[in-house]
T-cell receptor, first 113, second 113 residues
Framework: GNSVTQMEGPVTLSEEAFLTINCTYTATGYPSLFWYVQYPGEGLQLLLKATKADDKGSNKGFEATYRKETTSFHLEKGSVQVSDSAVYFCALSDPGGNNRLAFGKGNQVVVIP | DAGITQSPRYKITETGRQVTLMCHQTWSHSYMFWYRQDLGHGLRLIYYSAAADITDKGEVPDGYVVSRSKTENFPLTLESATRSQTSVYFC????????????FGSGTRLTVV
């Protein structure tokens, strides 16, 4: 079935550092790919998305490129701020069209001043 | 205001009691979903609905009941609450079409004592 794998463990980094969170997927067909962010005490918010191979999604300084050849959708930001501290989830849509998303386990990101 | 709202925000209930969590969306989205979020388990789908009067089980449906008599409402009922159902519950909605992500509510933190 469709699935998403995110790197294990929290990510701790200093302000202005470069952030990468890895996401790889397994899917039949051509899924859409998403990154969601969850700030403490809140629900998940859509951060960015890409709907076809080689598309780049971007928002708030974050970027991710849909790489079909490596089945990846890694999230990057060039210079993180303390306010970027949150949990980040990678997700893919079921290409079968029932609107179900498969979520990764999420990565806690902590940015230290 | 447009959006997706969950109520209550916090709930404490006793083991064996019935409790209903409410979810209301104002976009007339076809799809609605209930997830629970627990440390170490990420997001797990409980039930989902493709339209009014159409519901289906997710990964962890046991002990839960849903209904969807109107497009905008999707209540989740715990028929006889157990301590293992202590969790944060998120409702989400989605329109149809490629790349249509989810919009999440703010969550209900349920504690069963």
């Amino acid at each position: 079935g469709n699935s998403v794998t995110q790197m294990e463990g929290p990510v701790t980094l200093s302000e202005e550092a470069f952030l990468t969170i890895n996401c790889t997927y397994t899917a039949t067909g051509y899924p859409s790919l998403f990154w969601y962010v969850q700030y403490p005490g809140e629900g998940l918010q859509l951060l960015l998305k890409a709907t076809k191979a080689d598309d780049k999604g971007s928002n708030k300084g974050f970027e991710a490129t849909y790489r079909k050849e490596t089945t990846s959708f890694h999230l990057e930001k060039g210079s993180v701020q303390v306010s970027d501290s949150a949990v980040y989830f990678c997700a893919l849509s079921d290409p079968g069209g029932n609107n179900r998303l498969a979520f990764g386990k999420g990565n806690q990101v902590v940015v230290i001043p | 205001d447009a959006g997706i709202t969950q109520s209550p925000r916090y709930k404490i209930t006793e083991t064996g009691r019935q409790v209903t969590l409410m979810c209301h969306q104002t976009w007339s989205h076809s799809y609605m979903f209930w997830y629970r979020q627990d440390l170490g388990h990420g997001l797990r789908l409980i039930y989902y609905s493709a339209a009014a009067d159409i519901t289906d089980k997710g990964e962890v449906p046991d002990g839960y009941v849903v209904s969807r008599s109107k497009t905008e409402n999707f209540p989740l009922t715990l028929e006889s609450a157990t301590r293992s159902q202590t969790s944060v519950y998120f409702c989400a909605s989605s329109g149809t079409g490629i790349g249509y992500g989810y919009t999440f509510g703010s969550g209900t933190r349920l504690t069963v004592v």
